[in-house]
């Protein structure tokens, strides 16, 4: 059967937009021999859960999922009692772009304006407060994204403070990692680094946007802190009957370093990118590339054009700002021949605003 697209076009929409990577798709097809058992009795299962507690330690244990959003609401309502809440970034993928799936949950979010996407101790503490005043929703949970919605990264410091402000406040920390692999890679550190070494409780753990067909991972690094993460995962119907087939791709990224070659890629291309749009008249680059993501403001007209060509998305209709995404896939032509287009069109009279 002949491909409904053309195989040689890379936008920079999103990583999760890329394929899948020859390796996660090989692991897939090793799977498909014979029977196994379903719902996780499987041994590609097995296998994921002793890859996770070497990757993050002999607390942590996996439940595999399909999706980004399944992750973050199983992860916070097993987190949390209804009377409680969840403070987070107001960009978070939890509170802008999961269609209201943790308040269907009866979740309740309490949303922080950030400059950069990034919480910390003193942008908490304006959410986190009325705590045993029954007429106040007790705040229970900080939501951490790693990499950030703004492309930024959180230091290990700057997690650790943030985990230690959390914990002494009987609060408990969820980070949601859909692109935990980037940052790890950024600050070369390993995964466990940015979690399990700093005190955090919960990782929604990202395979897709890193090369994975569809695959994700509630891990549960404080026992202590969930209940009912298996039941919470049914109800929330993440829970896949054929289970080794999302394990596999988890196997795959988690062995022999893969999840980190691809996403130290992904964010040399973002730099690669940066690096060759900025000093163009008319491109105003607006944050820092630290992970696999670029923000700049460029003409409306000139963004309409490029997008025809090289798809990726408008972060703020009201300023501008677009977003160019880097994926495991990007390769340096691509790159180049991108940043030739956004050249050729600001070189158009007029085309600079």
Known sequence: MEPLHDRDVRGFGSDNQAG???DVLAAVLAANGGHQLGYGGDVYTRRLAELVVGHFGDTATAYPVFTGTGANVVALQALTSRWESVVCAESAHVNVDECGAPERMGLKLLSVETPDGKLTPALVDRRAWGFGDEHHSQPKVVSL????????VYTVAELARLVEQAHARGMVVHLDGARLANAAAALEVPLRALTTDVGVDVVSFGGTKNGAMGAECVIVLNPDAVRGVQFLRKSSMQLASKMRFVSAQLVALLSDGLWLRNATHANAM???LETA????HGVHLTRPAQANAVFAVAPAEVTARLQRRFP??????STGEVRWMTSWDTTEADVDAFAAAVRAELAEPGSAG
């Open 20 to 22: 899948v990577h020859p």
């Open 277 to 280: 749009v900025r000093g163009i």
């Open 270 to 272: 973002a730099r690669r």
């Open 312 to 317: 990726f998305y408008v972060w703020d209709e």
């Open 145 to 152: 994204t790693q990499s950030t919605e703004l492309g930024t």
